[in-house]
């Protein structure tokens, strides 16, 4: 669940029923995204801290909110109805900061995939550091806050932090991730990320129960790769995530038509989803394809919360390169300062046959 506010200029709520990637539905619904809260399976309660709460409403702002549900009912049952919702408490005695939400890792699009019978396959989405000088103020932000978010076969999250080439922090990381437990973590420390600097956010996946490729979506059959980072002071920037370039995808399915004998129809009015359902999975196919999203160029969504992009040139940017990766943490285990005396001497125990 996601509550939205709508633009302050969003005075008439256009009336529509339909799915929401649906090319009908109304434009004006687009001035509806900026993030005023978020809810998935497992999360808690969420406090603001004492420097920083999320402003809403007031004098200026428009009197609209949107509330989205995504709701899972694989077996079509009939007479279902839903009374959950989202309770936003507020106060009149306003804090130092204004807090923002920012959508981190990868774009909602099916040119991102999971190969079938897969035990650790990995997806990364990047807020580059063109975006970030772009849209970031001087000083820079703070995040205390994050909640990872992927579907079903999520299994690894992380978000790490790089400045100027450089792994500098790991903003937030779950090495045993669930989808049932996605809750919105307080930071230990709070990450401040200044205009220059990288936001890497990476999902591992598990697919060994599938039987063909697990696309981008919203569906839960589908995949994400999400952090929601809650930080201050709040900025324009709503969204900074990434997908690989589609004409390189193309050249993808190309060259694996060219080294198999089934054909994977590539015209036009073929879907992304339905090319990568063709694919016959083999060694070859997934080496390739992993090989495609750790060097193709990739399309930035450097995003407003009206969904427009900051101005700038961002197809086919370049993929991040990264010069220092962190040390790997030290996973010994220390002994004891007082070790449990050891046994000296075998003891002998009787035993005796039932009759």
Known sequence: MEVFQCAASFDAFPRYNGPCDSKMKPERLNYCRHVLAA???????????????LAFGGPGSSKYLRLEVHYHNPLELKGLQDSSGIRLHYTTTLRKYDAGIMELGLVYTPVMAIPPKEDDFVLSGYCTD????????????HIFASQLHTHLTG????TILVREGR?????NEDKHYSPHFQEIRMLKKVFQVRPGDMLITSCTYN??????????????????????VHYYPQTRLELCKSAVDLGYLQKYFHLVNR?????????????ITEQFSSVPWNSFSKDVLKSLYNFAPISMHCNMSSAVRFPGEWERQPLPRITEKLP???????LPLHPAPAI???????????K
């Open 207 to 228: 697919t060994e129960d599938r039987t063909r490729a697990t696309v981008g979506g919203f569906s839960i059959m589908e995949e994400m790769c999400v952090n929601y």
């Open 259 to 271: 080294f198999n004998d089934d054909e994977i129809c590539t015209c036009p009015q073929t879907s």
């Open 344 to 354: 000296s001497a075998p003891v002998k125990i009787k035993t005796q046959k039932a």
């Open 328 to 334: 790997k943490p030290d996973l010994h285990c220390q």
């Open 167 to 171: 792994e500098v922090g790991v903003v």
């Open 39 to 53: 809810w998935a399976m497992g999360a808690k309660p969420f406090y603001y801290p004492e420097e920083a709460g």
């Open 130 to 141: 063109k975006c970030t000088q772009m849209a970031l103020p001087q000083d820079g932000i």
């Open 155 to 158: 299994r690894k999250v992380s």
